[in-house]
């Protein structure tokens, strides 16, 4: 499976951006995942491709939206009201065994793509 995550850049406060992740190969969930310097990685978002169920951390529920496009293989992180806090590099990541839960959990992701860079700044 290969992963290209995409959409990132500088966004005022308040702003918005969607990120893709376009998908090559079979996967049973996407997740988006960020890390910003100094801190621990965090699972931000993920969507099953089963039955459409999703997860959203605690810090970016109400303001993103995880959502996919099954014809194109792309999930996609529309990111509103955008913070400071929200910078970071974001990366999208797949589950393919389908036993591995859809949610924060970075060791159920085994494969990864490259990260793009989000920057919240006035």
């Known amino acids: 499976v290969q992963l290209q995550a995409s959409g990132g850049g500088l966004v005022q406060p308040g702003g918005s951006l969607r990120l893709s992740c376009a998908a090559e190969?079979?996967?049973?969930?996407i997740g988006w995942f960020r890390q910003a310097p100094g801190k621990e990685r965090e699972g931000v978002s993920c969507i099953s491709s089963r039955d459409g169920s999703t997860f959203y951390a605690n810090s970016v529920k109400g303001r993103f939206t995880i959502s996919r496009d099954n014809a194109k293989n792309t999930v996609y992180l529309q990111m509103n009201s955008l913070k400071p806090e929200d910078t970071a590099v974001y990366y999208c990541?797949?589950?393919?065994?389908?036993?591995?839960?859809?949610?924060?959990?970075?060791?159920?992701?085994?494969?990864w793509g490259k990260g793009t860079q989000v920057t919240v700044s006035s």
């Open positions: 190969g079979f996967t049973y969930a």
């Open positions: 990541a797949a589950i393919t065994i389908p036993t591995m839960p859809c949610g924060p959990y970075s060791d159920a992701m085994n494969y």
